[in-house]
Structure formats: C-alpha cells, structure tokens
C-alpha cells in the first residue's frame, strides 16, 4: 500500500476509473473505491470530497498552467494566437494523462450530472482564459469570445486527438486554430444581404 499522497490519489483515481467503467458510475460508492484501492474510506475522503471530484482533480494546477501559457506568450501576439501558444504549453499535461482522460471522457459522457460538471469546469477554464487575455489588454467582450472559441477548438482537438492517433494533440489543436479561422473568414455580407 503506498504511503505516498499522490500516489494514493492516483491510485484512487486508477481505481475509481475501473469501477466507473465495470459497474456504472451511480453504483459505485467510496467505500467500494477505497476498499479496491486498498485504503480506509475515511482516507479516500481526505484526498477527494465526493466520488465525482476523483474525475475532476487537477483542475487548478491546469489553470494556472494555462494562466502562465497565456501570459508567457510573446508580446505582438492577438488574442487567438495567444490561446494557441497557451493550449500548445499545456500539451505535455495532456499526454501525461491520456491514459487517465480517454476513458474519463466516456464515463462523464455516460452521466448528465457528470456532464453538467464538466461543462462547470469548463467555463471555469473560460473565465480563467478571459482573464488572462485581460490583462494582456484584450477588451473583456473580445476576450470572453476568443476564450470561448479556445474553449471549443480545444475541445474538438482533444476529441479528434483521442479518436485519431496519427496526429500529435498540438497538430490537432493547430488543425482546429485553422478551421476555426476558415469558417469565421466566410463573408457576412452574403448572409445579410438575402
């Protein structure tokens, strides 16, 4: 049994992942994550408040990674070049943990209330990203957007990464940076005028 922290709630997640995936997320409690994992409940419930959150953990060290990737970005960068030198900073997080978010992806696709959490985290990272932008002295209404399109674009290129291993993540996030740019160069005109 390790002693170690992060290694128990690693261990923990590795745990609560399985069981998430053999007998449904509902039907698994903590008790039954703490015992597989070898642990006390009462230890399992230092680590994680609830058995949603062993999901969910890393998310503030992910946003202050992407916090410093937004501002260690070069200077001349806009707002949408920015976003993409901060998601291409925080690649390595993902490739470390791919083996963890593959099947996470599924089992909170599974669930509404886990969707709903995921969802809550996401805008998190929004608001996170427009306040970072801020400070680089984006208007608040333009960077809001660019976050929310990041957002988005991160999220097709993680999707796309996980389905299709020819490319690496941050070829599939500059694929999607570039569609993103292909469909918002269409011409409004054409759409106003009929």
């Known amino acids: 049994m390790p002693r170690d922290g ?18 449904g997320y509902e039907q698994t409690t903590a008790a039954q994550i703490a015992a597989k994992a070898g642990v006390t409940e009462r230890t399992f419930f230092r680590h994680f408040p609830d058995k949603r ?8 060290e992910f946003s202050a990674a992407l916090m410093s990737g937004v501002r260690n970005a070069p200077a001349g960068l806009g707002p949408w070049d920015t976003l993409f030198f901060a998601f291409k900073s925080v690649e390595p997080m993902f490739v470390e ?6 099947p996470r992806r599924r089992v909170i696709a599974s669930n509404p209330a886990l969707q709903e959490r995921a969802l809550a985290k996401t805008n998190s990272m929004i608001a996170v990203l427009t306040e970072a932008l801020c400070e680089r002295g984006v208007p608040n209404h333009q960077a809001r957007l660019a976050a929310q399109m990041g957002a988005a674009a991160l999220s097709h290129a993680v999707e796309a990464w996980f389905n299709d291993g020819t490319l690496d993540l941050v070829d599939q996030i500059l694929k999607a940076f570039h569609e993103v740019r292909e469909i918002s160069a269409a011409r409004l005109e054409s759409v106003i005028d009929q």
């Open 97 to 102: 943990n791919r083996q963890f978010s593959e």
């Open 53 to 60: 959150e062993v999901l969910f953990d890393g998310d503030a």
């Open 6 to 23: 992060d290694k128990i709630r690693r261990l923990l997640q590795l745990t609560a992942l399985e069981l998430y995936q053999d007998i």
